[in-house]
């Protein structure tokens, strides 16, 4: 790594990204608890098991922990013996750690809930419903004891409100079901083509889709220790004829195998002829490696993620060498990658922690999502557009596209716009590409529906494969709009804001 890395020091002690996509996905499904490893009432060092602690001991016990998958495995503990009182405490804790991930406030407002505690369980599904969440405790028999108020029915109307379908997105073209196994990801698009560039994580080959016809433009991979592999993103630099490619050996892949198992790269080919330039593996004694995102900057420099390890890496466009970016312990989950025009800003998500910017002239992390305003957990891919930041997000509820406008120095969020939540044909949507004044993006990633080698569970089958399309400032003037209205009425009646 060059000198010029940010790195970024942290006290939370992080657990590996499959433990956390797993545990978030229970959740969302309603079974959270069975996920816990069990406990270990008698921990080495001589620290009393917190089931057995006073109550000011517990409670200075947890409002000092860190570890996020110790205090998960204490809740389950606590809920499975039906203490209630502890088992709040823990969530709310792990609420403040994660202020991103709604499953925990979700669990802290059960866990009030389960104490008859109405006051504390609305303000919890208050704060989740103007936060746009769709969280139903009417189907939730620990929600039993706060029913039968007006405020808990106003609530969940409202809250079964954010889980209608909202958008304008159609249909712009579809992978046929017999093709969709091949599990096209990634989403690119070449202007001089006019064409989109989809890479499969199945065999490693990328196809072009124009006119809707799906035509072959790099074959399928041989699955040795060269790659590349399982498709994993996507990146067109159109001035200079290049297709960027990131690539991991995913269990998906299939020519997965002991040889290749964990190693990544991203891979250089000329977009126009589908020629590989140049491959850029990463070191095979430091697997495991996971590349998922990159990206490509003015200058034609790539920027691409290394999960596993927390890193985001560079490709000098002159020097054709990785470099560092930033080191992180905490980020093992960084899911887009994204720059500005000037080259200046790079942004990117982490799947537990939010959506950044870092300021790459000043070396600087910037924090660009306020929790008590936008949730900004589960997302998967970031694009920048129009001074602001296009994000898929599929690991909340609902399944959704926002918008957020930047400041003009690029540092700040200013607003939120929705532009598409909660659509009937979303199934984990994925990966998306600004062309003109429209957004295409993947719908239905389907990966629900593997187990871990990427094949079907049994009673599922694939469907098409469908990309939608949407205006990328979807009803945005008409909420300013309505926004400009309200505060004019709030003036004249003399009303704070």
Known sequence: MSPSVLYLINPIRHKTLSFTLTLIAFLLAGNAWGQFLPADKNPAGGSKDPLAQTD?????????????????????????????????????????????????????????????????????????????????????????????????????????????????????FTIDDAWTGLLYESLAYDPKDQSFLLGSVRDGSVIRVKDGQRQEFIPATGGDTNGPWSITDLAVDAKRNRLWVASTSLPQYSHYS?????????????????????????????????????????????????????????????????????????????????????????????????????????????????????????????????????????????????RIQLSQDKRRPLKVYPIESANPAFDLPSHGVVVGDKLYYSANSQWRKMDGRGLLKDGEQWDDQIILVTDKHYKEQARDQRETEIENYKKKLGLKK
């Open 56 to 172: 000011s001991a517990f409670y200075y016990t947890v409002k000092n922990n860190h570890n996020v998958p110790e205090l998960l495995n204490m809740g389950g503990r606590f809920y499975q013996e039906k203490n209630w009182p502890k088992f709040t405490t823990v969530m709310e804790r792990v609420s403040e750690l994660r202020p991103h991930q709604p499953e925990y406030q979700w669990l802290a407002a059960k866990g009030h809930a389960l104490q008859d505690h109405k006051s504390a369980a609305y303000d919890q599904l208050i704060r989740l419903q103007k936060l746009g969440l769709a969280y139903d405790p009417s189907t939730d028999k620990d929600f039993a004891a706060v029913r039968g108020t007006p405020v808990y029915d106003y609530i969940v109307e409202n809250l079964q409100a954010n889980g209608k379908p909202f958008g304008g997105s159609q249909t712009a």
């Open 258 to 402: 002991p040889a290749n198992q964990g190693m990544a790269g991203v891979f250089e080919y000329e977009l126009d002829s589908g020629k590989l330039v140049k491959s850029y593996v990463l070191p095979p004694k430091a697997r495991p490696h996971l590349i998922t995102s990159l990206t490509v900057a003015p200058d034609g420099a790539v920027y691409f993620n290394n999960n596993i390890r927390g890193h985001i890496l560079r490709i000098d466009p002159k020097l054709k060498k990785i470099g560092g970016v930033l080191e992180s312990p905490i980020f093992r989950s960084i899911n887009g990658l994204t720059t500005d025009e000037t080259g200046k800003f790079l942004y990117f998500s982490d799947f537990e922690f939010g959506l950044f910017g870092i300021d790459l002239e000043k070396k600087q992390l910037l924090d660009l999502a306020n929790p008590a305003k936008f949730i900004a957990g589960g997302i998967d891919d970031v694009i920048y557009d129009d001074n602001g930041l296009i994000v898929i997000q599929n690991g909340i509820k609902p399944q959704r596209v926002m």
